[in-house]
């Protein structure tokens, strides 16, 4: 069974009493698991694609119904007009499950989210026990559907933006758990100590903060596009969220990520190596503070302010020196932005790509 007509099956099967006492798993149906397990890993990840959206299409559905309750208190909310709008924008990507929603009612939103939830959880766990090229498989195919997903909620948000209106559905950790998939373990930062000599900002305990959203390194590298054979480097590379993603998407991409916390990087390379990307993506512990420490050459640098001012300006005048013999792009996410403008300006670059209302900037050094 392919995925629309399986999760259209799953989740709208009348369940009268679940719907009353949303309780798992009393709906759970018992051929998911063997309905999952005879999918190709293609059908795999659009069934995670699908209810990871659900949910936060569900979440977004309860408030914005609320909201137009609290707005128009005199008069009672058509809900199937209500319905018909919202798939007409933010629910055009879940536009099969229409029909189900406009003969159903917010009430059953709970139980809806519990069977979405119980989904998820059962692709991932059948990913996980599936061969390495299966394992690829479904990582790239749901990046790469992310990908317009991403670029559909961006066009959604720029036009409500325009048009005055709240910005609707947010996608930003919807997938979240892909993690999982690719190995991506946060939990060995619990407990963790920080030298008291190091002056760097490392998020102690930040678990999947430590990392840049999925939407930010899509767009990134949608963006800059490098060209075959290219060479990126992540200057501060976290749990290898970064290098995964481009080693998956772009095979032809050297990359390298260099971080400060051991545990990370060896849980980066755990990841690295289970998805049999070991030849083009590499991960180094390195404090990038150190005058020994030169950073390679390359095309593309990621950079996730995790610097201290010393270190910051140890890096940039690397970057500034490499930018002199060759041409160079630096993504930057969040503060780090501020560091860059300033070498942008002084080294007459061209001016900043922005996306994300500045949290992704792209820097492109001056042509030689």
């Known amino acids: ?36 397990m005879a999918m190709d890993p293609s059908t795999l990840a659009e069934v995670f694609l699908h209810v990871s959206f659900l949910r936060s299409a569900l979440s977004f559905l309860k408030e914005k119904y609320w909201l137009e309750e609290k707005h128009a208190p005199s008069r009672a909310i058509n809900f199937n007009l ?29 139980t809806l989210t519990i069977r ?12 996980r026990k599936r061969a390495q090229i299966d394992r690829q498989i479904f990582a790239t195919v749901a990046l790469e559907q992310m990908k317009i997903l991403y670029s559909f909620e961006s066009a959604l948000q720029a036009e409500n933006k325009r048009l005055g209106q709240w910005l609707g559905i947010s996608l930003y950790h ?24 190091i002056n760097e900002r490392l998020y102690e305990g930040a678990g999947v903060g430590v990392q840049s959203g999925y939407s930010t390194v899509l767009t990134a590298l949608q963006m800059i596009n490098p060209a075959v054979n290219s060479r990126f480097i992540d200057l501060g590379s976290g749990y290898g969220r970064v290098g995964m993603i481009v080693g998956l998407l772009r095979p032809d991409i050297d990359f390298s990520g260099y971080e400060l916390v051991k545990h990370r990087v060896q849980s980066s ?4 190596e289970n998805f049999g990307m070991s030849q083009h993506v590499h991960f180094y512990t390195q404090d990038l503070s150190q005058r020994s420490f030169q950073i390679p050459d390359a095309e593309v640098y990621y950079v996730y302010d995790p610097f201290s001012a010393t270190t910051y300006s140890h890096v940039l005048s690397q970057l500034i020196a490499i930018s002199r013999r060759q041409k160079i792009v630096v993504a930057t996410k969040g503060n780090a932005r501020s560091w860059l403008v300033e070498v942008a300006q002084k080294e007459s ?15 492109e050094s001056a042509s030689l």
Do not use: H
Request: charged fraction near 25%; include cysteine; glycine fraction near 2%.
């Open 1 to 36: 069974m392919q995925a629309k007509p399986f999760l259209l099956s799953f989740l709208t099967t009348d369940q009268s009493e679940s719907f009353q006492e949303p309780t798992l798993p009393t709906f759970v149906r018992l051929d998911l698991d063997s309905e999952l």
């Open 174 to 197: 919807s997938f979240d758990r892909l993690d999982e998939v690719l190995g991506l373990n946060y939990n060995s930062d619990r407990g963790m100590c920080t030298d008291l000599q």
């Open 82 to 110: 209500f319905i018909d709008q919202i798939f007409e924008s933010e629910l055009i990507p879940i536009d099969f499950l229409k029909e189900f929603f406009t003969t159903s009612s917010v009430i059953k939103a709970k």
């Open 116 to 127: 979405a939830l119980e989904i998820e959880k059962k692709t991932i766990t059948q990913i």
């Open 349 to 363: 670059w061209p001016p900043q790509r922005e996306f994300d209302e500045g949290n992704l900037c792209l820097f």
């Open 269 to 272: 390379i755990s990841s690295c």
